[in-house]
T-cell receptor, first 113, second 111 residues
Framework: DADVTQTPRNRITKTGKRIMLECSQTKGHDRMYWYRQDPGLGLRLIYY???????NKGEISDGYSVSRQAQAKFSLSLESAIPNQTALYFC????????????FGPGTRLTVL | EDQVTQSPEALRLQEGESSSLNCSYT??????LFWYRQDPGKGPEFLFTLYSAGEEKEKERLKATLTKKESFLHITAPKPEDSATYLCAVPKTDSWGKLQFGAGTQVVVTP
C-alpha cells in the first residue's frame, strides 16, 4: 500500500463549485504540505502544517483553505473553483528536522471548466 | 529571494549517451539540496539529499554532486527507463521546513 494517498485522483468540476481534495499518510510524519504543479512553473506551495495544531500559508494560498483533521490527514478545499485553478495537486509529508526530504502522493488532476 | 534554476529545460539522449543536468541556487546558507525524479502524471520520487559542498551520492546510473553554488546530476549510460523529469529543491532561507523547487529538466532517452 502507498504511504501517501490522495483522493480523488482525477476531478472535473465547474466554475463556482466547492471542491475538497484529501490526503492521508501512513508514514507517521508530523509535517504535511499541499502543492500545485503547472507546466513550466514547477511545484508551488499552497499550505503546510508542521503538526495538527499548526497551519501556515504558502506562497499561493489565495482561493484555498485547508484542514488538518489528524496527524495522518490533511485536506485542501477550493471554496469557489475557478478555471485558473486547473492543475496537478500534490500532497507531501516529512519528518521534523532541518534536512527533511519530502515524500509525495500520486497527485490529483483537477480540471475546472 | 530564494531561487533555484535548472538547465537545460529538456534533454534528449540516445541510450548509452551520458550527460549532466544542472541545478543552481541562490539561498542564504545552504542546508541541503534534494533531487527528485518525476514520471508523467505521478508524484515526485525522492532520489538524493546532499548536505555540503564536495558531497556525492550515487544510485544506479545516477550520480549527484554539490558545490557551493550548484549541483549536478550525472546520468551515465542512460536507458529508456531513465526518461523522466528531474527536479531539485533547497530549503528556503526563511524556513528550513519549506522547499524551493526548480522547474525541472525533462529527460527523454531513446533506444
Amino acid at each position: 500500500d502507498a504511504d501517501v494517498t490522495q483522493t480523488p485522483r482525477n476531478r472535473i468540476t465547474k466554475t463556482g463549485k466547492r471542491i475538497m481534495l484529501e490526503c492521508s499518510q501512513t508514514k507517521g510524519h508530523d509535517r504535511m504540505y499541499w502543492y500545485r504543479q503547472d507546466p513550466g512553473l514547477g511545484l508551488r506551495l499552497i499550505y503546510y502544517s508542521f503538526d495538527v495544531k499548526d497551519i501556515n500559508k504558502g506562497e499561493i494560498s489565495d482561493g484555498y483553505s485547508v484542514s488538518r483533521q489528524a496527524q495522518a490527514k490533511f485536506s485542501l478545499s477550493l471554496e469557489s473553483a475557478i478555471p485558473n485553478q486547473t492543475a496537478l495537486y500534490f500532497c507531501a509529508t516529512s519528518v521534523q528536522g532541518a534536512y527533511n526530504e519530502q515524500f509525495f502522493g500520486p497527485g490529483t488532476r483537477l480540471t475546472v471548466l | 529571494e530564494d531561487q533555484v534554476t535548472q538547465s537545460p529545460e529538456a534533454l534528449r539522449l540516445q541510450e548509452g549517451e551520458s550527460s549532466s543536468l544542472n541545478c543552481s541556487y541562490t539561498v542564504s546558507g545552504l542546508r541541503g539540496l534534494f533531487w527528485y525524479r518525476q514520471d508523467p502524471g505521478k508524484g515526485p520520487e525522492f532520489l538524493f539529499t546532499l548536505y555540503s559542498a564536495g558531497e556525492e551520492k550515487e544510485k544506479e546510473r545516477l550520480k549527484a554532486t554539490l558545490t557551493k553554488k550548484e549541483s549536478f546530476l550525472h546520468i551515465t549510460a542512460p536507458k529508456p527507463e531513465d526518461s523522466a523529469t528531474y527536479l531539485c529543491a533547497v530549503p528556503k532561507t526563511d524556513s528550513w521546513g519549506k522547499l524551493q523547487f526548480g522547474a525541472g529538466t525533462q529527460v527523454v532517452v531513446t533506444p
